[in-house]
Nanobody, 123 residues
Framework: VQLQASGGGLVQAGGSLRLSCAAT????????MGWFRQAPGKEREFVAS????????VYSDNVQGRFTISRDFAKSTVYLQMNSLKPEDTAVYYC?????????????????WGQGTLVTVSS
């Protein structure tokens, strides 16, 4: 499985961005998927995840109520809609495929990773 993340960029605080992550194989359609982020000098952290059928989603406390994860099975793509962005959301965002049909918060639960897309939120 190869993952191609896109949609990052520079946005002002309070603005919105939508990240996309396209998988090259349909194998990912049976697996949960997630988004993580890594800010400069910090460890990679969980942002959001979605189960194989889209029926279950999990969010970190930092983004709950502002970000929405979704997936399009026909396009083998997972999205992260980010609203009300804050400067502290600045990071490289990575998508990943879970080892199982559900997706949790732990990095070790994912076995395929995209290359990352940079999101910069200015104050």
């Amino acid at each position: 499985v190869q993952l191609q993340a896109s949609g990052g960029g520079l946005v002002q605080a309070g603005g919105s961005l939508r990240l996309s992550c396209a998988a090259t194989r349909r194998t990912s359609s049976n697996n949960g998927m997630g988004w993580f982020r890594q800010a400069p000098g910090k460890e990679r952290e969980f942002v959001a995840s979605i189960s194989w059928n889209g029926g279950s989603t999990v969010y970190s406390d930092n983004v709950q109520g502002r970000f929405t994860i979704s997936r399009d099975f026909a396009k083998s793509t997972v999205y992260l809609q980010m609203n009300s962005l804050k400067p502290e959301d600045t990071a490289v965002y990575y998508c990943a495929v879970s080892r199982t049909s559900y997706a949790g918060r732990e990095l070790t639960g994912y076995n395929y990773w995209g290359q990352g897309t940079l999101v910069t939120v200015s104050s």
